[in-house]
């Protein structure tokens, strides 16, 4: 369980750093932060609110357990997202280092869970699925899914804003392409 607590937080402070320098990044994480930007809601309801439909498509082929501990992170992120606030306050971050530190702490967070029998939540899962029913590459797979992700955060961010999640993107997908492989360390 502590190896799910400190993905989850890996996952929690990046979205923390990038929803301060108001960038996006893929998955459920970045439809949560474009829908809160647009309303007002906070990103780890929203989060919770996307992840549980998708979790529920992957249960057909993957465990009980699976969808327990990644049921746990989601509602952890929740939790903690909701209370970084009391902890922790960003008065500024530039997008460069948000976009990098954040992408980098979100695809090792992620790297963490999958290693551990967990996803990130609804897109985490997805992909977690389609590498164990298809072989799919997850950091390639989680590559796409974020850029559609991007495509629909276009309407809500500035083409600078892009960019720079964009390179967020391409910093959480690079740690899981590099080091989420068959034949690694598994955790379990």
């Known amino acids: 369980m502590y190896a799910l607590f400190i993905g989850t937080i890996h996952l929690a402070v990046g979205l923390v750093l990038l929803r301060a320098a108001g960038l996006a990044t893929g998955g459920v994480a970045g439809v949560a932060l474009v829908l809160s930007y647009a309303t007002g809601w906070p990103v780890g309801l929203l989060y919770a ?13 993957m465990s009980w357990m699976f969808l327990i501990k990644t049921s746990v992170v989601t509602l952890g992120l929740f939790a903690m997202t909701a209370f970084a606030p009391l902890g922790i306050e960003i008065a500024w971050v530039s997008d460069p280092v948000a976009a990098i530190v954040g992408g980098s702490v979100i695809g090792l967070g992620a790297l963490a869970l999958a290693r551990h029998g967990a996803a990130t939540g609804g897109s ?17 797979t989680q590559l796409i899914i974020d850029g559609s992700v991007l495509l629909f955060a ?12 964009l390179l967020g993107v391409a ?3 690079g740690i899981l392409w590099a080091w989420h492989r068959p034949g690694r360390y598994t955790g379990y």
């Open 49 to 61: 609110a996307i992840s549980a439909p998708l979790m529920a498509i992957t249960l057909r082929s």
């Open 124 to 140: 985490g899962a997805l992909v977690l699925w389609l590498y164990r029913t298809r072989g799919w590459n997850a950091g390639r």
């Open 154 to 165: 276009a309407s809500r961010l500035d083409a600078v804003r892009m960019g720079w999640s």
């Open 171 to 173: 910093a959480t997908a």
